[in-house]
């Protein structure tokens, strides 16, 4: 009787789906959950030996800046909107060792999380001080201010450090905000960045584009 049961419940799945977005006029923003076959075409995807293909899926996600012409002190060098399926492309990327079973079990670890990624950078030959931590502000909205589940910040390469960061010539900080998928919806995402001397950054991610 449960088999059978489950076995109907999998065949009304659409049809639920549908039932759901109509009453709460909610639709996902992107693919979650990912289906088994989904989560091994991501971990292939990031496998794969066609670079281009690569090139062209993660070009979306991320969104590159270039030194600003008024030279500021601090600018930002990248924005990354990491989705679960993303997260799994990424991972099967870099890792060295990693197969689908691996793959399944991250998906599943990460509980449906999303990432904004913000690089910042102090311009080259910088001679002041090393700025405040706090002095990068990171903001997301959609339609409304998004708070993050947490927040975490890093310094990526430090040259005014006496610690021995080996080959490290410009200053950079990673921020990282963790948020629930159901934080979104369809349509574009900002993320603004607020920056020393009254300076700010703004970028915009089309969610549609992406899975």
Not at 73 to 93: G, R
Not at 106 to 118: I, L, M, N, S, T
Not at 148 to 175: F, H, K, Q
Request: charged share 25%.
């Amino acid at each position: 009787m449960r088999r059978w049961f489950n076995r109907g419940l999998r065949s009304q799945m659409p049809a639920l789906a549908c039932f759901m977005v109509l009453v709460t006029g909610f639709a996902a923003a992107f693919d979650y959950p990912l289906q088994p076959e989904v989560v091994e075409e991501a971990y292939s995807l990031g496998r794969s030996s066609n670079h281009e293909e690569l090139t062209n899926f993660l070009k979306p996600y991320t969104h590159v800046f270039e030194y600003p012409v008024d030279h500021p002190i601090a600018y930002v060098q990248s924005v990354e909107f990491e989705t679960p399926y993303e997260q799994i492309v990424l991972k099967s990327m870099r890792a060295a060792q990693y197969d689908k079973f691996k793959a399944a079990e991250d998906y599943q670890a990460g509980h449906g999380a999303v990432f904004v990624r913000v690089v910042v950078a102090l311009r080259m030959n910088y001679s002041g001080s090393e700025p405040a931590a706090d002095g990068f502000q990171v903001s997301v909205s959609q339609k409304k201010p998004l708070d993050p589940a947490t927040m975490t910040t890093r310094v990526l390469c430090n040259p005014y450090s006496v610690t021995d960061w080996g080959v490290c010539s410009v200053y950079t900080r990673e921020i990282l905000l963790r948020f629930d998928h159901h934080e979104f919806g369809p349509g574009k995402v900002t993320v603004t960045v607020l920056l020393p001397e009254d300076k700010s950054a703004e970028t915009k991610f089309d969610l549609d584009r992406l899975r």
